[in-house]
């Protein structure tokens, strides 16, 4: 790890970046919609070949962010005491809720996932009604899994974590199968268990029907590698580790996971941060499974927050490893407290060809390869299978640490009871796997899922001294529910 100062030009995040897939985002994120009543824009309504209902499904990923206020939320982020001021990013740090409706808040996410799950609902409607329903297969498998995991994402983020102990009386979210016809219908938010089971009920009928060869650009759908790679987090979260390896295994030809992993410690080595900006989450990345745009600020104020990652944090998880050796991730940092990764970049898309408004967008990896190597050693862990583990984290390892020699860097049971001082082996190949996970996926929000799978306690401190605490179980822990959601009869988090 070593840090690298830059001077950031506003330039880097405003840059023209159109393409069809952008083009169609913007016709399901416009303007003021009821939430669980969307019907895609009426330009996608002939659905008369499969190629049309392919571009449907276009619109079938949640083209928001839940980054800034999952980041927020996590132990990777420290009060700065300035910085850019946003309420997604500052609500979240406070464990308040998040009291805006714009770009990376809740609202705007669970507003862009109802829309992805009203486009599937369509694309599989026109699928049902096709004459010839073999032709439909590839989209139908499609819209399944996009629904299933949209549906996923927001009990995740909306509803406590899956425990099968409690699944069955903690309120989940409505789980939508049928386009609407109606301006407002009510629903109920049934359970976790009962989304849960409809999720794997979309993903299992979904995953053989999927085939890479209809999409021209298979990383911006849900292609059979992003599928299993769902999959594997999907079984994950639900604990059935063994279906975890089985679909892990499944994910690349030959389980070819090394060749399809980033290359931090090669060749994205002797890059610029400009460059790294533009591959990171780009479809010529191989490591990239499944990425989304999502209209966001994201982009242009990572690093920048007043809430967000500062030098202690930086050191504190990108500095010494199990391994005792150097984090290849390069570090920058403007001005004196705004340090980064270079990742996720902005894309601003104009209004009109001469315009000079538009909206920015962040393109966002949901799925990676880096993902299925953890999930498969987390699983192993669980499941006993030292070795396995091992074996994935020593393959992450020589792709992340700085000139990686396996005499030197190796990663033993020993070492990381050394390192941790855990004399439980499962433990220490955990602890080791979610610190893992903690570097790979820095200012990307994912971290804030792990705290609450294991259940760990997050503080924060802010510049006056106040020490702000949100323990396992604390009614903060969830995301409220958009209270203009309570028309359509669905019941907020409690407070």
């Not at 010529?284 to 242009?300: C, D, F, H, I, P």
């Not at 994935?392 to 050394?418: C, E, G, M, Q, W």
Request: aromatic content about 12%; hydrophobic content about 40%.
């Amino acid at each position: 790890m070593e840090l690298r100062s830059i001077t950031v030009s506003t330039t880097r995040f405003i840059r023209p970046f159109v393409t069809a897939a952008l083009t169609v985002g913007l016709l399901s994120l416009g303007g003021c919609r009821k939430y669980l009543e969307q019907v895609p824009d009426s330009t996608w309504t002939d659905l008369s070949t499969p190629d049309k209902v392919s571009k449907l499904l276009g619109t079938a990923y949640p083209q928001s962010s839940y980054v800034t206020m999952c980041e927020a939320m996590t132990d990777n982020v420290s009060d700065k005491g300035a910085g850019v001021i946003s309420r997604p990013n500052q609500d979240a740090y406070f464990f308040r809720d998040i009291q805006s409706i714009e770009q990376d808040s809740p609202e705007a996410y669970w507003t862009a996932c109802y829309v992805a799950i009203a486009a599937a609902n369509q694309a599989l409607q026109a699928c049902d009604k096709a004459s010839d329903k073999k032709a439909y297969i590839t989209q139908r498998g499609e819209a399944l899994v996009a629904r299933a995991y949209a549906h996923f994402m927001l009990v995740n983020i909306f509803s406590r974590m899956y425990d099968a102990a409690t699944a069955a009386n903690d309120p989940g979210i409505p789980y939508v199968t049928v386009p609407e016809t109606v301006v407002i219908k009510q629903y109920e938010r049934k359970t976790v268990a009962y989304v849960y089971d409809m999720v794997e009920k979309d993903l299992l009928e979904g995953l053989p029907l999927i085939s890479d060869d209809a999409y021209k650009v298979p990383r911006y759908h849900f292609n059979r590698s992003a599928a299993y790679a769902f999959a594997t987090r999907f079984y994950l979260y639900k604990k059935d580790y063994a279906k975890v390896v089985q679909y892990a295994d499944m994910a690349f030809a030959n389980n070819d996971v090394a060749n399809n992993m980033r290359g931090w410690n090669t060749s994205y080595s002797s890059l610029s941060p400009e460059q790294i900006f533009d591959l990171y989450a780009n479809a010529k990345e191989n490591a990239n499974l499944l990425l989304v745009e999502t209209q966001s600020l994201y982009g242009r104020s990572v690093g920048q927050y007043r809430y967000d990652l500062d030098y202690a944090k930086q050191i504190q998880i990108l500095g010494y490893n199990v391994t005792g050796g150097r984090w290849a991730y390069p570090v920058y940092y403007t001005g004196s407290q705004n340090y980064f990764v270079p990742k996720l970049t902005e894309y601003f898309v104009k209004s009109s060809v001469n315009a000079t408004i538009g909206q920015p967008y962040v393109m966002v990896p949901l799925f990676t390869t880096e993902e299925v190597l953890f999930n498969r050693a987390e699983a192993n862990a669980h499941l006993g299978k030292t070795a396995a583990t091992l074996k994935d984290l020593n393959l992450f390892a020589s792709k992340r640490i700085r000139n990686y020699d396996p005499a030197v860097h190796t990663i033993t049971t020993s070492s990381i009871r050394s390192f941790y001082g855990i004399s439980n082996e499962k433990d220490g190949l955990v602890h080791t796997i979610l610190d893992f996970k903690r570097a790979e996926y820095l200012q990307e929000g994912m971290r804030w899922f792990d705290l609450q799978r294991y259940k760990m306690t997050v503080v924060h401190t802010t510049r006056e001294g106040e020490v702000l605490e949100l323990k396992p179980g604390d009614k903060q822990w969830l995301f409220q529910i958009p209270q203009s959601a309570t028309t359509s009869g669905i019941a907020l988090n409690p407070r």
